[in-house]
């Protein structure tokens, strides 16, 4: 099982790097999309005596504690509860039409990993549950996996967990589900993925990660709520306002990546449509050509960091959309 220090799971990741893209010295109200346990928002809070910082977090446990660590900023700092993909409602709510800059962090929250009864890590035993807001209304990873047809498990591991072995983990959850015996718990799962891969001599990560991730995503809709995210978040942005992304898997990089590109105006269509059908449309300018990664040294002080790559934009003003 991984092993983890405590000071490495609540390291903000990228953080120098990603709030390099914000003008600290003119920026009025910036949002921290996934407040988490409050990191990027203190640092942000401390680069400037004057700037406002809305912190967003669907988990209300999250939040309390964030707001608690951040309680000397005063009214400097707004939490919401709310998952991040309603920043546009969220924020007009608080009677804030624009903003100077987004952050988004997409790792799952240190918190989050540390919490062995919401079923999101294997290190402990658990009922398979991974929705990150209880009250959402999703089905849990245990009621998917009950629930989806053999073919649809497999999609499902092998295009958000980029699992090769997808169709043979999906074959042995529905042959145990056949059996009457369906995977309830986070060990079950660990321990039938171990079974299908085995274990490679000097693996780093345990063979159930990429399974796991999977289905995190699917249970809490991530793909398509970080697509509306995006889009929103480019909308809600002043001209010249900066958004800026970490991405933790390469699924989710592809994301921000393709949401950048058509929102900056490229048009992904084939060649021979008529009329455009991605919803090309030029808001944004890319700052970063290539993902910017962790230094050596970063991702060696924490493992987390390892796969993380961030990518900002720059909202254009009218004129310079045209
Ligand atoms: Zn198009």
Do not use: W
């Not at 900023?73 to 009677?95: C, E, K, V």
């Not at 591991?157 to 043979?168: M, N, T």
């Not at 970063?288 to 990518?311: D, F, G, H, V, Y």
């Amino acid at each position: 099982m991984e092993q983890l220090d405590a000071a490495s799971r609540h390291r903000s990741v990228l953080l120098d790097e990603s709030l390099g893209f914000f003008d600290f010295a003119t920026s009025e109200i910036i949002v921290d999309a996934t407040l988490g346990m409050g990191g990027h928002s203190e640092e942000m809070l401390e680069r400037s005596e004057s700037l406002r910082v809305i912190g967003l977090d669907q988990d209300a446990a999250a939040l309390k504690l964030a707001t608690e660590r951040l309680a000397r900023f005063g009214n400097r700092f707004t939490a919401i509860h709310t998952n991040f993909a309603d920043i546009r409602s969220a924020l007009a709510d608080a009677g804030i039409e624009a903003v100077d800059g987004v952050l988004a962090d997409l790792g799952l929250s240190s918190f989050q990993i540390d919490s062995p009864e919401r079923g999101f890590s294997f290190r402990f035993d658990a009922p398979l549950d991974m929705r990150m807001d209880p009250d959402s209304g999703y089905q849990t990873a245990a009621e998917l996996l009950e629930e989806l047809e053999e073919v649809e498990i497999a999609n499902v591991i092998y295009r958000f967990g980029e699992e090769r072995a997808s169709r043979k983990i999906a074959r042995r959850i529905v042959k145990r589900r056949e059996q009457g015996r369906p995977v309830k718990t986070t060990t079950e799962l660990a321990d039938l993925v171990a079974s299908v891969l085995g274990r490679k001599h000097g693996e780093r990560i345990h063979p159930a990660t990429r399974t796991f991730q999977a289905l995190r995503i699917a249970v809490n809709r991530e793909t398509e709520i970080l697509e509306g995210f995006i889009d929103d978040a480019a909308d809600v942005l002043k001209p010249g306002g900066v958004i800026a992304i970490i991405a933790f898997h390469s699924l989710e990089d592809r994301i921000v990546k393709n949401e950048f590109r058509r929102l900056s105006g490229k048009c992904s269509c084939p060649p021979r449509m008529p009329v455009c059908q991605c919803r090309a449309v030029k808001k944004l300018e890319i700052l970063t050509k290539k993902p910017i990664e962790p230094t050596p040294a970063e991702a060696e002080a924490n493992p987390r960091a390892r796969s993380a790559k961030l990518r900002s934009a720059r909202r254009l003003a009218e004129q310079e959309a045209r």
